[in-house]
């Protein structure tokens, strides 16, 4: 009998993504629903003292995975771990973060298990046992209410999307010592962009578009600063060379939902605004009032951005100063 | 090297996507299908490695005779060879069972590599690829934005959130593509021309060794499709000069929005 909800919670040297927590919550909710017990899973190595925060986000059990091998994030090792610890529970719901280690390990799991996936999931409900899942489709223009049947269900959550609520768990920690199985791929290095706030996970984001003409993204990049927020990019500022890749925001980029969503010199074609449509708040400033990125957002203002946006930007501090 | 390319065609990304009358699929009159923007990246990358390596870049794609035009523009590419999977016990199929038909139709050939986009988007799964590697019980790298095969061995830089790692993988391997990784070509005239005469292989289930029973039910089942809320035009913010205007704004996103 498969019985409980398993959620995996993403950690990254030492710290957790800001989405482990929410598909914990999301997690505790489902399985207050099911009536069934809520178990964390960790994997990763030196991270025992860090997974006992997880029963204060309702976790019943804790499993660890602590194990040198398990560092860094490589496929066929964290795949061959929970793998076997999903072969052991037979849990009904598994639980995790569409970052996209949660993408890339949820997909080879579904496959192992044969489970059924929801990816970039917005909301779930329980229908006579199972899950629907509401997800995004066609960049966003369509959601899909979807049937999960089987076992286990998996739900991959995307992040922002859901809300974050601590509740009191027992918290059992059980250490988990399976081996890490046959490696085919091994791990080289790595390379982070330090000090930046991942996209998906920003409560704000300033996104300059070809109005910024150049590489040059101080004002945009101050009052991201400002606002505690990151900076994003269209697809004509990444083409033509001023942003990195990992900035784009719009159907074949990130799909974001922030809090406040700042576009500068962005027009609003229908591939940006899949990307970030369903950010709570939008701002657009343009100096084209005919834009269509006016019609999507919230306020508006019409002018040049380097007039505009330092005098937010210092606005901004006073209010925050 | 013997590379396989996973290809689905797709609606165009600029296209107004309309929900069909019975609710759980899309209307596809006057939709412009094209091949997936990521498989695109897949079938630029074969076609360099082909040029360094040598061997034959096959396209696979399982849809209706309508993904043939999107092989062909594989073709046109560069691509030497097409394999449509088309049968009517594949209507609906998700992502899972996808997957099995491409894993059952690469089995008893011999590869090095099988390239496929890290998502179709138009179901926006994110699970074909490193399903397919699976069942085949080979390695996967995603999200590819450099690689290079020497002796043996491939290695990739990978973008992950916040940064790239670099890995190695022993071939046969399967690798889904990010955005960075290349610039795809145009089809050129010749090149059209050409994938004229190219060979396109059609195949039904039977011939793959798979039936609907075994493939079994799909485990996930649309239940309905929904325009999200639409955004409505808000408010210009107005004023006589940029200043007052940023003024009215921070105002207004702090006592009337609150969101900051
Ligand atoms: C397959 C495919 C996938 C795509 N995927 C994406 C995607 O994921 N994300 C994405 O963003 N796009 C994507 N696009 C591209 C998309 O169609 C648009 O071309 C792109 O979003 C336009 O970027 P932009 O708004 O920065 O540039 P433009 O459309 O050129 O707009 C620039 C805007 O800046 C304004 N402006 C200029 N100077 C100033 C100034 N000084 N002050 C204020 N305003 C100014 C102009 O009025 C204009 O509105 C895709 C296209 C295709 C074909
Ligand atoms: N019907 C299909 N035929 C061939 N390849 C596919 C098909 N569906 C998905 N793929 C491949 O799998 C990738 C990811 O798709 P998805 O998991 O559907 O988002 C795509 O970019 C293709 O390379």
Known sequence: ?321 | MEIYVLLKQVPATDSQIRIADDGVSIRTDDLRLVINPYDEFAIEEALQLKAIHEGTVTVISVGTDKTQEAIRSALAMGADKGIQIEDPALAGCDALTTAKVIAATLQPLSFDLVIAGHRAVDDDNFQVGPAVAEYLDIPHIPFVIQETVADGKITCHRTIDGGTIVLESSLPALLTTQRGLNEPRLPSLPGIMKAKSKPLEVKGLADIGLDAETLGEPLTRILSLNLPPERKAGRIIEGESPEEKAVALVEALHGEARVI
């Open chain 1, 1 to 321: 009998m498969s019985n409980g909800v398993i959620a995996i919670a993403e950690q990254a040297d030492g710290v957790f993504r800001k989405v482990s927590y929410e598909a914990l919550s999301e997690g505790k909710r489902i399985a207050d629903a099911l009536g069934q017990e809520l178990t964390a899973v960790v994997l990763g190595s030196g991270i025992e003292a860090l997974s006992a925060s997880l029963a204060s986000y309702g976790a019943d059990r804790i499993l660890v995975a602590d194990n040198d091998a398990l560092s860094e994030y490589v496929t066929d090792t964290y795949t061959h771990v929970l793998g076997e610890i999903l072969a052991k529970e037979q849990p009904a719901v598994v639980i995790t973060g569409a970052s996209t280690q949660g993408k890339d390990l949820s997909a080879r799991l579904s496959a192992r298990l044969g489970a059924s996936l929801a990816m970039d999931v917005v909301s779930i409900r329980v229908e006579d046992q199972n899950l629907v899942a509401t997800r995004p489709m066609y960049g966003g223009k369509i959601l899909a209410d979807t049937l999960l049947l089987g076992s286990p269900q998996m739900v991959v959550i995307r992040p922002n999307a859901m809300t974050r609520t601590e509740s009191a768990g027992a918290g059992v920690i059980e250490r988990i010592t399976t081996d890490v199985g046959e490696r085919q791929l091994s791990f080289v290095e790595k390379k982070l962009e330090t000090g930046k706030v991942e996209l998906t996970e920003a409560d704000v984001i300033v996104s300059g578009g070809r109005g910024m003409g150049g590489d040059d993204y101080a004002v945009v990049e101050a009052l991201a600063e400002a606002l505690g927020g990151a900076v994003g990019a269209s697809r004509s500022a990444v083409d033509e060379g001023w942003r990195p890749a990992s900035d784009q925001v719009g159907q074949t980029g990130k799909v974001v939902s922030p809090n406040l969503y700042v576009a500068c010199g962005i027009s609003g074609a229908i591939q940006h605004l899949a990307g970030m449509g369903t950010s709570k708040f939008i701002v657009a400033i343009n100096r084209d009032p005919d834009a269509p990125i006016f019609s999507k957002a919230d306020y508006g203002i019409v002018g040049n951005l380097f007039d505009i946006v330092p005098l937010v930007t210092e606005e901004v501090k006073k209010l925050k100063g």
